[in-house]
């Protein structure tokens, strides 16, 4: 009990001391108009706050450009395209298929009409294949939407035909499409 006591008490000093410095400084200093007007008078040199310069605690770098510069400097546009296989490959092909058995050449299975079909058939694939395909599939897709409405009518005449209530229905009296 007493040491509850003692919290209470002391709660009660803590909460009461600033009720009383507040009383204090009230009565002591009486605000006056010609203290506020003498104080912002005063020269700006003479306040209390100063602007302090504070130097940076830390340092920010970007660093994405120094990597794509030194990923792009590692790049070596001199040599050309690479063929198929590498550098190695490509004089491995060169020595085992040399020019004068010209059937081991790739292609050589080709005669030069054949050669040229194969061209002509690989360029209207690439250009114009996507086009025809497309468009095949646009046909066949508004055919099979035409079917479908077909066999919808024709299944709703069948109802309508078989109701003998079939003035009341309201799709068996609708114009047909």
Request: charged share 20%.
């Amino acid at each position: 009990m007493d040491m509850r006591l003692a919290g209470f008490v002391f709660a009660g000093v803590l909460a009461a001391a600033p009720a009383m410095a507040q009383d204090a400084a009230s009565t002591s200093a009486p605000v006056s108009l010609d203290h506020i007007r003498a104080g912002l008078e005063r020269p700006a040199s003479t306040l209390v706050l100063k602007p302090v310069e504070v130097p940076a605690d830390f340092r920010l770098h970007v660093l994405e450009q120094q990597k794509i510069d030194a990923l792009i400097a590692t790049l070596d546009f001199r040599s050309g395209p690479v063929p198929p296989g590498g550098l190695y490959g490509y004089e491995q092909q060169r020595i085992t298929n040399p020019t004068d058995s010209p059937l081991s050449q790739p292609y050589a299975a080709f005669s030069g009409a054949e050669l040229i079909t194969v061209a002509i058939e690989n360029f209207i694939a690439r250009y114009l294949g996507g086009h025809l395909a497309q468009s095949l599939g646009d046909a066949e897709r508004a055919r099979a939407e035409r079917l479908a409405r077909e066999e919808v009518a024709r299944s709703i005449a069948g109802y309508c035909a078989a109701r003998q209530d079939r003035d009341d229905i309201v799709i068996c009296n609708a114009p047909s499409r």
